[in-house]
């Protein structure tokens, strides 16, 4: 048997790992220290900890401790990576981005647009192709111009999981002298990411999509690269070397840097038994819904080209908003957490070149670390037969919209 309801919405959050936890929960009441007050045992045990994340998690994208900058999550490193770049740029710079960046950086970078800059924004693969989603290197490359200053380009989409060629726009940017921001929420413990980000200048985490804490998150800050100065958002006592003052999270990260820890010991199995299970599901619904269930983004079978644990489809005639309603044994979204309480279609589907129509019938399914073949199979059969009473539905009514004499 089952639990109801099934989590399948591993891209807004994930449940954090009961062994997280664990080793989260001495620094709440025992080992309490400031990391800051350090004339004390209480503060020397605290930074350790802290010192000891930072470098499990520089380890991780290949980079020195000195450059993570710890932040309260994604939104902030993504606040501070391109505001805090930014506003150190010459006026009038030129900045790109992809039209599928999350709102914590295309809300940033529209202020930056307000305050003189010009923003460039890539448009992805469109739909239809197994790229689709993707931003390829050379869409990158036409876009840049001699007074482009910095690039940002996410390594993993949130709704459609297509994967970008981060290395390959990486190199661009190296030899031009291009800042290049890289948004790795969802990438970091999905896809091997230590390679890919090598050459990349500034890098955001977060450790709530990772199995770990909400509320703590990073900025890597590579300061051997481009010579680029970069401003705080939050002033005061000086902390992560003066780039985001604040008392630090203790508990959260050591708990980020566990997660981080766990999700790369079983990457490679973990990729192929995710994979395994979206494609599983893909494959039940096609077999039950034939053309009313139809892809969105990139090919299945490319884990360098969609995260194993995505799937994106919309179901034509139907509204995601009102299938939703209709299966409460599963948790999903039609959409990013962010913009559940926006009622426009979903700005990435848009850009893949979906009509509002088109975007507004799709649902978007996250798998993760805790599902199991069964609940996949139990979801499978909950949507198929949903989206089965939903089209007689609608069959009924327009057959009733039509009158006694057409029916
Ligand atoms: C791609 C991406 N970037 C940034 C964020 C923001 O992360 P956080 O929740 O840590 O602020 C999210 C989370 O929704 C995300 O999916």
Same mark, same amino acid.
């Given at each position: ?53 930072? #470098? ?10 000195? &450059? ?32 599928? &960046? ?96 090598? &050459? ?67 990457? &490679? ?136 004499? #057409?029916?």
């Amino acid at each position: 048997m089952v639990q109801t309801p099934i989590y399948l919405d591993n891209h807004a959050t994930t449940r954090c790992d009961p062994r997280v936890r664990d080793v989260m929960l001495p620094y709440f009441c025992e080992e309490f220290g400031n990391a800051a007050s350090i004339t004390h045992v209480f503060g020397e045990r605290a930074k350790d900890a802290v010192e000891k994340a930072r #470098e499990t998690i520089a380890a991780a994208v290949d980079a020195d401790p000195r &450059e993570v900058i710890f932040t309260s999550g994604a939104t902030e490193s993504n606040n501070l990576a391109i505001l805090g770049v930014g506003r150190c740029l010459p006026p009038g710079s030129h900045l790109v981005a992809s039209s599928i &960046e999350h709102p914590s950086v295309l809300e940033p970078l529209q202020k930056l647009s307000e305050e003189g800059h010009t923003v460039t924004l890539v448009r992805p693969v469109q739909n239809g192709d197994p790229q689709a989603g993707r931003v390829l290197a050379e869409s990158v490359e036409e876009a840049l111009k001699p007074n482009t200053r910095l690039v940002s380009i996410m390594a993993a989409n949130n709704e459609i999981g297509s994967v970008q060629p981060i290395r390959e726009i990486a190199a661009l940017c190296r030899e031009r002298g291009i800042i290049f921001h890289v948004d790795a929420v969802q990438a970091l413990g999905k896809v091997p990411l230590r390679d890919e980000l090598r &050459e990349v200048d500034l890098i955001s985490l977060s450790a709530h999509k990772v199995y770990g804490p909400k509320g703590v998150g990073a900025l890597i800050v590579r300061r051997r690269q481009a010579g680029f100065k970069i401003q705080p958002l939050i002033y005061g006592g000086g902390h992560e070397r003066g780039l985001r003052s604040g008392t630090l999270n203790v508990p959260g990260i050591v708990g980020f840097a566990h997660a981080v820890a766990l999700a790369l010991a079983d990457l &490679e199995n973990e990729m192929v038994r995710l994979q395994q299970l979206r494609n599983l599901l893909f494959h039940l619904l096609k077999e039950q819904l034939g053309e009313r269930v139809q892809l969105n983004g990139p090919d299945l079978s490319r884990p360098d080209w969609r995260l194993p644990g995505n799937l994106n489809v919309r179901f034509p005639g139907i509204e995601g908003e009102t299938l939703l309603l209709h299966v409460p044994e599963l948790a999903l979204s039609s959409g990013s957490a962010c913009s559940s309480a926006d009622p426009r279609p979903s700005h990435v589907l848009l850009a893949l070149g979906l009509s509002e129509t088109e975007a507004r019938a799709s649902i978007r399914v996250g798998i993760g670390r805790f599902n199991t073949e069964e609940e996949i199979r139990y979801a499978a059969d909950v949507l198929c037969s949903a989206v089965r009473q939903l089209v007689d539905l609608q069959s009924a009514l327009e057959g009733w919209s039509r009158g006694p004499g #057409e029916r």
